[in-house]
């Protein structure tokens, strides 16, 4: 009878994963999460809302391609240095609270449902409300930075804060 020997490959060690890391996978298995969720509810929706199949087909393929943007949008923008967003936050806070006055301008902002929300853009409609939200995040976590020692009080901290959410809003 022969004997089997089982030859162990090294392995390589691997190292546990840092806190940065973990909370990178979660943030990237959320947003897979709800992209997924999102896109589930969005062919739910044209499905039931479609008088045709093709109609249907027609919107899947459309939340396909925007998901497709979006994801592509978002891998590429995880690699751009935050200092950079840091350093042109106030250019991106005030750039979209002009954008968010020029909806209300006749000619430039678009009424849908009754709301003007939009600008037209080279046959686009663009919503400068995103453009704002992404902008008054950078704006309140440089605020927070700048600001630690303050931060707590509701004059010092809190207050001014909430100027810039008021203009926005």
């Not at 044209?46 to 949008?73: P, S």
């Not at 750039?95 to 003007?116: D, E, F, K, T």
């Not at 663009?126 to 950078?138: I, N, R, T």
Request: charged letters at 15%.
């Amino acid at each position: 009878m022969t004997q089997i020997h089982t030859t162990h490959w090294p392995m390589a060690e691997r190292a546990e994963p840092t806190a940065a890391e973990r909370l990178r996978n979660n943030i990237l298995c959320s947003v897979i999460a709800l992209v997924a969720l999102g896109f589930v509810m969005s062919d739910s929706v044209a499905a039931a809302r479609a008088t045709d199949l093709r109609l249907a087909y027609a919107a899947l393929l459309k939340q396909a391609v925007i998901t497709v943007l979006g994801v592509g949008a978002m891998l590429l923008l995880a690699r751009v240095d935050y200092h950079l967003l840091y350093r042109w936050r106030w250019h991106l806070f005030f750039g979209s609270m002009g954008l968010l006055v020029l909806v209300l301008a006749p000619g430039i902002g678009v009424q849908v449902n009754g709301a003007r929300r939009w600008i037209r853009f080279m046959g686009q409609s663009v919503q400068p409300s995103e453009l704002a939200k992404l902008a008054l995040v950078a704006v309140l976590a440089g605020y927070a930075v700048n600001r630690q020692d303050a931060i707590e009080s509701f004059f010092g901290g809190f207050a001014p804060a909430m100027v810039a959410v008021g203009l926005c809003a």
